[in-house]
């Protein structure tokens, strides 16, 4: 017994007449149905082309329109001439003009021959089918669709939605219990005769010529009334998009499609010259040539479907730039912004890079430049350190910074004083973790005041600032539409159990690393905070966010007798 | 007038240019093009005292006009690609480059142009957008070294709601010369690549078009994108700066570009550690998001 193809051709005839002729050259009888459409030259040029090959029939009887019953005619008819002039094919293949075997003819021979009463179609019920574009299942089998899907999208729909709304529905004959699969399958002689020669068949297809695309489901439902084995499977890879149109195989998909080990694939490329002088050939190719193995290309079209529909997280280019509000998160990859332990902290990012392998960035928002890690005037990707080009766009600059280090953790500083128009959006994003310790910033000019040529009221001024900066910041980072995970604690909670909070902030950064911190960073002298802030209050204004002075000081004359605090002198 | 646009093919994929003084990167312009298939160049020749219009009038596949009205009047040569575009593009998928761009896209190796539109097509696609990349040597420009870097991560988009398009700027020229004034950094959008119709044009170079509908070249997901690799910075871009600060060619406000004209005479290193070099992969680049596959395997 020998295998015969049912080929369905409308376009890209030439290489249709390439792959009829390979077949019949190998004793597979193939039958070919030309679209009516396509114009008369054409169908003649290719039946020239195919003329000296005695098992080759083309026949030309409908005009195929997508999704219609007369795929399923042009496919009964060209099945009924295989069966009539082939006794000697035992299974039928259906394919397109468009299809490429994927192994030599021989093979598929072979394993049909070892599975002589097995038919090969998917056929799955409504309520377990997954891959409808449109939702439209069962409803395939119930509802009238009288107007063209495609050329038609607006009325269709509409007709659907009123026959649903009235309630209407077509009764589907008792004989049958409806089943959807791929169009493309390969059945055993006796089951395509037992569906072609049915006694009711007027009446099947009557039904099914006003089912919705009955090319899923015509054979699909059939062979469950007659097969003895099915294999709910197709024989044919194809893959679609996420429109539901098929996608199409390049030449740079041959190593892809050998190793696939399926016998047929469709669609492909009609320029797609080196597969077609690869597959139209007897040479096995390298591989083992078991079992059809697609699950290699249906990882890679799931993951451009993936691609197409979401995108790849944080990247924003040419032709990928969600709406910011309708992103989950908006940078590639987890960050970490700290604000207050760098001046709390003598070389605090040299000592938490050294602590966690991570790339500890300075102040990326301050004013005079974004202090990369290392001092570098250029970072990733070309970053500059230009603040004028940051602020132009700040967004853009963070999210280009989580970008560019994709794999390694970024942590950066910030302070009251930075550019606080990034923070909308890192308060909005689930990849950020901020820590603030609050009134931090009255250090620096703590030390500061206590010089003898200092300026109180430059000082005052500054600090009022930092301190109206700071609650801005704060307020922005506590909405309720905040997404990034925030500590805050004041100056005086955190120097309460210092140790313990930092301990957390690094536990936080770099999870899954459980390091006890056993070398504490030396903290600054913070002998003149305390009559600073005194003296800021003196002066009318009221330094809120370090917490309560007089627990501040308490804390740092008993923490230098406790020994709780290590104090660098 | 060289070339008979009679010659057309209803599928052949049209190449439009206008170009002034282009010798030395025509023939690696054109090769690169018709590698990728695409049949005819239809040139605009604005002056050229250099060779360029007899050369290009000795190749099969270019028809060229020779026109000597000066560049500043045509609006930067975008009236005549717009006249010959409508005159001769309809229909046809038309791709509008200067003579420095070179289009790349996925694949790009092993599927021509072709496989391409088919897709863009398939999808209903009628504009395919490409941003400017532009390379550099390393070591300065003088020195002639290959343009074989470029900046891989530091492009700032912003919408453009009117025109319903993206406005991308960032790259070399933004971080040496624009560093005090990102706004008028060069616009790197681009969309080359149209199936035209008679009544779509070109509105801002080929940054946009009208009607607006057609700058959509992306969405929330990955739209399939190509890149113009900007073979600009070579030693001879410090001749051609001087030239064209003379000529005050550029639309607009011309005085606005002086400093950048300057800073390029200037013989500046656009190269730094961080400089990212082309592996000539389309992957590299689809990799480091510059440009995207979307749903095209």
Known sequence: MTVGFVLLCHQSLGRAAQV????????????????????????????????????????????????????????????????????????????????????????????????????????????????????????????????????????????????????????????????????????????????????????????????????????????????????????????????????????????????????????IWPGAGALYTAFLSDDPGQGAHGEPNPGKIDRLFAKATERRVKGRTGLYMQSRFPRPDRVNARTAAPYAVLQG??????????????????????????????????????????????????????????????????????????????????????????????????????????????RPDADFVALRREAALLQRQETEALDLLSQPTSKARLRHWSLVEFLERAQDHLQLVVDEISPGTARRLTDMPQMVDLTPLPQFLQALRNEGMQPVLAGDLGDLEALIQGGEKRGRLRVAK | MAGDPASIDRLDILVFCT??????????????????GVRRFLIVDNASTDGSADFLADQGDVILWRAEASYRLARFGMDWINHLLARYGQGHWCLTLDADERLVYPYWQTRPLSALTEWLESQGREAFGAMMLDLYPKGPLSAGGGLEWFDAGNYVIQRKPGLNCLWLQGGPRARAFFADKPRQAPTLTKIPLVRWHW??????????????????????????????????????????????????????????????????????????????RLTGSWRQLEALGLMSRGGWV
Not at chain 1, 352 to 360: C, F, I, K, N
Not at chain 1, 387 to 393: A, V
């Open chain 1, 341 to 450: 332990l760098d001046v709390l902290f003598a070389d605090f990012e040299g000592w938490l890079s050294r602590l966690t392998g991570s790339r500890v960035h300075g102040r990326l928002f301050g004013a005079e430049r974004a202090a990369f890690a290392g001092g570098e005037q250029v970072f990733n990707g070309g970053l500059s350190d230009s603040p004028i080009l940051r602020d132009y766009n700040p967004q853009a600059f963070l999210a280009n910074l989580i970008w560019n280090t994709r794999g390694e953790r970024q942590i950066f500083q910030f302070a009251p004083q930075d550019n606080l128009a990034i923070l909308p959006f890192v308060a909005t994003d689930p990849q950020a973790y901020m820590a603030v310790v609050s009134g931090a910033w009255a250090i620096p000019l703590a030390m500061q005041a206590v």
């Open chain 1, 20 to 267: 009829a002729a390979h077949l019949a050259e190998r004793d597979c009888p193939v039958v070919v149905h030309v679209d009516t459409r396509v114009s008369a030259a054409d169908r003649g040029a290719f039946a020239e082309k195919l003329k000296g090959l005695a098992n080759v029939r083309v026949i030309s009887r409908q005009a195929c329109e997508w999704g219609t019953w007369s795929i399923v005619q042009a496919t009964l008819d060209a099945a009924g001439v295989m069966l009539r002039d082939f006794p000697g094919v035992g299974h039928v293949f259906l394919a397109s003009g468009s299809c490429l075997p994927l192994r030599p003819v021989q093979a598929l021979r072979d394993y049909l021959g070892q599975r002589p009463d097995t038919d090969f179609i998917e056929s799955v019920t409504t309520e377990d089918v997954g891959w409808t574009v449109g939702g439209l299942d069962i409803e395939r089998f119930t509802l009238r669709f009288p107007v063209s899907w495609r050329k038609h999208r607006r009325l269709f729909d509409t007709y659907v939605r009123l026959q649903r709304r009235v309630g209407f529905r077509r009764r589907i004959p008792q004989a049958i219990t409806p089943h959807l699969g791929s169009q493309w399958w390969c059945l055993t002689r006796d089951t395509l005769a037992a569906i072609l020669e049915a006694d009711d068949r007027p009446e099947i297809d009557r039904y099914f010529r006003r089912v919705w695309i009955p090319d899923e489901s015509y054979f699909q439902t059939l062979a469950r009334r007659y097969a003895r084995r099915i294999e709910s499977r197709s024989l044919t890879l194809s893959k679609f998009d996420v429109h539901g149109r098929p996608h199409l195989f390049y030449d740079d998909h041959l190593q892809l499609l050998r190793r696939s080990d399926c016998f047929v694939a469709r669609k």
């Open chain 2, 19 to 36: 170009l002034r003084n282009e010798i030395a990167r025509l023939p690696g312009f054109l090769a690169h093009h018709r590698a990728l």
């Open chain 2, 199 to 276: 009544r779509y044009a070109y509105h801002n170079a080929t940054h946009s078009l009208l009607p607006p509908r057609l700058n959509a070249v992306y969405d929330k997901g990955e739209l399939t994108s190509g890149l113009l690799l900007h073979d600009k910075f070579r030693p001879l871009v410090l001749d051609k700066s001087a030239e064209e600060k003379f000529r005050r060619a550029h639309f607009g406000r011309p005085e606005d570009f002086d400093p950048y004209y300057d800073s390029l005479i200037a013989d500046p290193e656009l190269w730094h550690p961080h400089s990212t």
